[in-house]
């Protein structure tokens, strides 16, 4: 007899659909997370908790990452790594490890993939370099659940009919778009000027109530906090609070699951954890569902060893780890003064609340002849610069000749840029190419405070993806000068978004080269699936979250009839 | 306490600092480095650590005469050099920024190895201060203070202290006033800074939430 009829670890995006779907059938489910149960009331427009200490993501001292980075090349052409724990670099890897996982804590920029995303081999061919395959499925396959969670997470947007709309089983969102800064307009008529197609941002944020979760109140403080008034659609909120009252499902904060054990057949038997007193736990379940977010899904299987898995768990092709993404791209920068406005439109557009909500994907699939070969693109998306204002002022101390300031320079400095001024931003998402000089392994020095080793994360990236990020930005650019902003710049680079993060346990039909097949269970063990990112061979060029969403509630419709 | 001249003192600290030390654009690494040229000098610091199993925020329970007494005096007279009151806008000690730094300094979510550094800088900004003009650094007028703070920020090590020393101060400015800083708003007033809302409350501070 089992305790559970699924056993699931980690509670965020990827964990959340597979408990609520499950539950709500009638199945017994656990869900073992290894963080705390913070709720709505604990939530708080509090720089210090949401960024400035680690609240919401582990010490570094107690648990970390160990990163290498490229450091020149030997004589003979490979990549020199420089590894560096992240206690001793400050690099933190983490994203929120609490019930809900890191959708607490996202903006909820919420795009679906295209079509062509789901077989960017067969339409744009090889990339040197690069491991790019089709998926093993379609998106077909996937259009029902990214409608599903358009209802049950709650997206709000308005389709607007352009270029590169892919095709949609539903006319347009259940919710519409949230309220909107002054600023989308003169970003809409820019980008009309320049023959753009400016689109409203689809979010993951209530613009009307949805049961006990209120709609979205406008505070201007969203990405990096958690929600206070539950219209952001995070795991906890939309699902894992629906989940619970079925009466199926149970949650176990601050269980810290060190290994998943098998059987001699290889199946997994159990998931073994720490309890927040540190004492050892077993769960046992039919089925196991692993969603502890790219990394540290790739870490636990790697742990996991056993008699049929004597290189970790489903790793018996060495795929565990291999292939991680991020996001490519950059952003940029342009700023308005006030007094360029008349006076109207100054006090609108200091106004703190509402949102920009536009987002370029003409070049989702770049065609022109400048830039090369038919190639797989991006997307922009328009923002201000987040309000944060211990981490805007701590920005301003260095003056232009890289000296610090103090004094009157700096009040006077910190005065213009407060009050005076307002700064729009974008961000360029593109593909992080898959490569061999992205993945994850297992620290052989360093060890967590349980006693695990940590994960090490190789932290390549191929010159393709600053070539995409590089023709986006200048795209963008011009939509800011467009816009009379002034001092524009961006910055492009192969450094690696570690809240944009997938990969590692790709899906595939063919166990020599995937860990998961069609269905994201493991080719190596009958009862194991993986449900967040990691199942993701390519990445797409839009943040992840919607897309482990819609998979996670296809996977949890496959578990369903299985059960 | 050491007997080197000023400029052993930042000799020494630059020199165990890789070359292109990138301060200004990873101030997390190069605190780092800050962290490991500290070491060098700790032997030599007589510093009292503080209590840091105190949850009470310093301010709740802070006195007057803080600023009188060692090493509070010598932070807040930096602090307020730093970020001088001026007509129109708060200097550091409008913002409670020394009772502030205390309470950075007491209160877990800070590491340890940061608290120290902090800690540590007072001695060797006094110790600098009195090679350079014979006095403690609280004893200084302005242009003496300058001298010896621009002297500091010669060193990476040393630049890297204020900076943070910086950033302590900033917190106090913008902080929710819950925390002990930014009284009565009077930082988000001056900078026209709109704060989110809900606001943390006294029992939900973020370090009832660890």
Not at chain 1, 379 to 391: E, G, K, M, T, Y
């Amino acid at each position: 007899m089992k305790d559970y009829d699924v056993c699931i670890v980690g509670s965020g995006a990827g964990a959340s659909p597979v408990a609520l779907t499950l539950a709500e059938a009638g199945y017994s489910v656990v869900v073992l997370e290894k963080g705390p149960w913070f709720t709505e009331a604990d939530f708080f427009k509090d720089e210090l908790a949401c960024c400035r200490r680690s609240v919401y993501t582990p010490n570094l001292k107690n648990e970390q990452h160990v990163l290498e980075e490229y450091n020149g090349q030997n004589d003979d052409g490979s990549y020199k790594w420089r590894a560096e724990a992240s206690s001793d670099s400050g690099s933190d890897f983490w994203n929120g490890n609490c019930v809900g996982g890191s959708s607490n804590f996202m903006s909820g920029y919420f795009y679906r993939l295209k079509p062509k995303d789901f077989r960017l081999r067969s339409e744009f061919g090889e990339i040197k370099g690069a491991n790019v395959v089709d998926w093993p499925i379609d998106y077909a396959a996937m259009e029902p659940y990214y409608t599903k969670a358009e209802s049950v997470v709650g997206i709000s947007g308005k389709i607007i009919p352009h270029p590169h709309q892919e095709p949609r089983s539903t006319p347009d969102f259940p919710y519409p778009p949230t309220a909107e800064h002054a600023v989308s307009g003169l970003i809409d008529k820019a980008c009309r000027e320049l023959n753009m197609h400016p689109l409203p941002t689809p979010r993951a944020i209530l613009s009307k109530p949805q049961g006990e979760r209120r709609s979205c109140e406008y505070s201007g403080f969203c990405g990096s906090y958690g929600c206070s008034s539950g219209a952001k659609g995070s795991a906890r909120a939309a699902l894992l609070n629906k989940a619970i009252k079925t009466g199926n499902c149970k949650i176990i904060p601050h269980a810290k699951v060190y290994q998943l054990s098998s059987d001699e057949t290889g199946r997994v038997s159990s998931a073994d954890y720490f309890d927040k007193d540190s004492a050892k736990k077993t769960v046992t379940a039919k089925v196991f569902v692993v969603a502890c977010q790219a990394i540290e899904t790739s870490r636990l299987l790697l742990s996991s060893t056993g008699s049929k898995h004597p290189n970790g768990l489903a790793n018996n092709s060495g795929q565990v780890g291999k292939n991680l993404l991020f996001s490519a791209g950059g952003s940029g920068t342009g700023e308005f003064t006030y007094s360029q406005f008349d006076t109207q439109l100054a006090e609108a557009m200091k106004q703190r609340g509402p949102f920009v909500n536009r987002g370029l994907q003409d070049w989702y699939f770049i065609d022109d002849k400048k830039f090369g070969a038919p190639a797989k693109g991006g997307v922009i998306d328009f923002l201000f610069r987040h309000p944060n204002a211990i981490s805007k002022a701590n920005g301003e101390k260095w003056a232009d000749d890289g000296k610090l300031m103090w004094g009157k320079p700096l009040k006077d400095k910190l005065k213009t840029v407060f009050s005076e001024t307002k700064y729009l931003r974008f961000e360029v998402f593109n593909d992080w190419l898959p490569t061999d000089d992205c993945f994850v392994s297992l620290d052989n020095a360093i060890k967590d405070k349980w006693g695990s080793p940590v994960a090490k994360i190789r932290l390549g990236y191929h010159d393709h993806d600053l070539k995409v990020g590089h023709y986006l930005a200048e795209k963008s650019e011009q939509v800011l000068k467009q816009m009379n902003a002034s001092n524009i710049r961006s910055s492009v680079s192969g450094a690696p978004p570690p809240n944009l993060v997938a990969g590692g346990c790709r899906f595939g039909n063919d166990p020599a080269t995937s860990v998961l097949n069609a269905d994201c269970q493991a080719h190596d063990a009958d009862n194991l699936y993986v449900t967040d990112g990691s199942f993701m061979p390519t990445g797409g060029s839009v943040p992840y979250t919607w897309t482990i969403y819609a998979n996670a509630f296809r996977v949890a419709d496959i578990i369903k009839r299985r059960l | 306490m050491h007997k080197k001249s000023v400029k052993q003192i930042l000799c020494e600290w630059d020199s165990s600092a890789p070359t292109g030390l990138a301060t200004r654009i990873q101030e997390r690494r190069s605190r780092r480095d800050f962290l490991k040229m500290a070491g060098i000098l700790s032997a030599s610091m007589l510093i009292p650590s503080c209590d840091n199993s105190n949850t009470q925020s310093a301010a709740d329970k802070a006195t007057p005469s803080l600023v009188n007494q060692a090493p509070w005096q010598t932070f807040a007279a930096i602090q307020n050099h730093l970020f001088p009151k001026d007509s129109d806008s708060p200097g550091a000690g409008d913002i409670n920024a020394t009772l502030y730094l205390k309470s950075v300094l007491e209160l877990p979510g800070v590491g340890d190895a940061d608290k120290q550094f902090l800690r540590d800088g007072v001695n060797w900004t006094n110790d600098i201060a009195m090679q350079m003009t014979k006095k403690a650094f609280h004893q200084l007028s302005e242009i003496e203070k300058e001298a010896v703070l621009q002297r500091i920020a010669t060193s990476s090590a040393g630049e890297n202290w204020l900076s943070l020393l910086l950033l302590y101060i900033f917190e106090a400015l913008l902080t929710d006033p819950v925390y002990g800083g930014n009284t009565n708003k009077i930082g988000w007033q001056w900078l026209e800074h709109q704060p989110g809302f809900p606001a943390p409350t006294k029992d939900k501070r973020y370090y009832n939430l660890l």
